[in-house]
């Protein structure tokens, strides 16, 4: 029996989030022998090359109007905040913890979307707000009262991408998709690279290893990831897409702890599940349907 449209963007969409939390491992990987800004760059370079091959005639088509200034604003908006993300990884010490300071940046969209374009916040916005900020006050309790080197790079993260996310759905009204994200793609490999040429040191070679974990973050954990999201989307509603992509962080812990052994003292639990409680609430305009139809179906 053939699986309806939402059950194959309900399947896909999980499969995009698991693809998303191998490529926090990749990645981690492939930093062991590789500066984290080379890696960056090499890696979304790759990856927007390979999307620019179904891509290319909308890109040249692009590149006639002036729609590509303000692409290119967004890819350089883009560029900072991974470089964010990388070196929170790099100096970071806990995958799990990381990928939660990381996923705050959901809870940051709407407050963006007010401050950027004065559009109104949701109550559920301002409620999950103070309890993500207390998730990643318990995390800052950790080691003292402040945040270590790669919480600070995390939160960053969360920052420029919660903003990054509020102009792209903008500029995805006019732009499609698969080019808009190809372009940028191109600009974040491009930025890494040179940001990469100007401060570090790059090593003489790479081994077969490293060189397959490199492969590996730019062929799945990026272009497929991408492509396979934007296809899910297409095909599921905005609620299911909501409650299934908040998944990421906790796929992410779970291979932490699965492959580096990693364990969460009790105040790292806390706050990292205070930010999912605040994601969950964030979203709740998308999740109230569910539930309701949850208990529904209960009910009979």
Do not use: N
């Amino acid at each position: 029996m053939p699986l309806s449209p939402a059950a194959r963007a309900d399947l896909l969409l999980l499969l995009v989030t698991l693809i998303a939390a191998a490529g926090w491992i990749f990645s981690k990987e492939a930093l062991l022998e590789m500066p984290p800004l080379l890696f960056i760059g090499v890696r979304f370079l790759l990856a927007g090359l390979i999307l620019l091959i179904p891509g290319y005639r909308g890109c040249l088509k692009l590149l006639q109007q002036r729609q590509i200034v303000p692409v290119l604003g967004l890819g350089v908006l883009m560029t900072g905040a991974l470089l964010c993300w990388i070196m929170g990884l790099y100096q970071g010490h806990h995958l799990g913890e990381g990928a939660f300071i990381t996923s705050m940046g959901v809870v940051l969209v709407p407050v963006m979307a007010w401050l950027v374009y004065r559009e109104r916040a949701q109550l559920s916005t301002w409620l999950s707000l103070p309890v993500a900020i207390a998730g990643l006050g318990l995390l800052s309790l950790e080691g003292g009262i402040s945040l270590a080197a790669g919480q600070f790079w995390f939160l960053g993260a969360a920052l420029l991408f919660s903003v990054h996310f509020v102009l792209v759905s903008r500029m995805a009204l006019v732009v499609p998709s698969l080019i808009l994200t190809a372009i940028q793609l191109l600009i974040v490999g491009v930025g890494g690279i040179a940001v990469s040429a100007w401060l570090e040191a790059w090593p003489d070679s790479l081994s077969p290893t490293t060189i397959s974990w490199l492969l590996a973050s730019a062929l799945i954990a990026t272009s497929l990831r991408f492509a396979l999201q934007t296809y899910a989307q297409s095909l599921a509603s905005a609620s299911h897409v909501a409650l299934i992509m908040t998944l990421e962080p906790v796929w992410a812990a779970l291979l932490g702890a699965i492959i580096y052994a990693e364990v969460m003292s009790p105040l790292q639990l806390g706050g990292c599940s205070l930010i999912f409680m605040a994601m969950l609430v964030s979203r709740w305009r998308w999740l109230k349907p569910l539930f309701r139809v949850s208990l529904l179906s209960a009910r009979r």
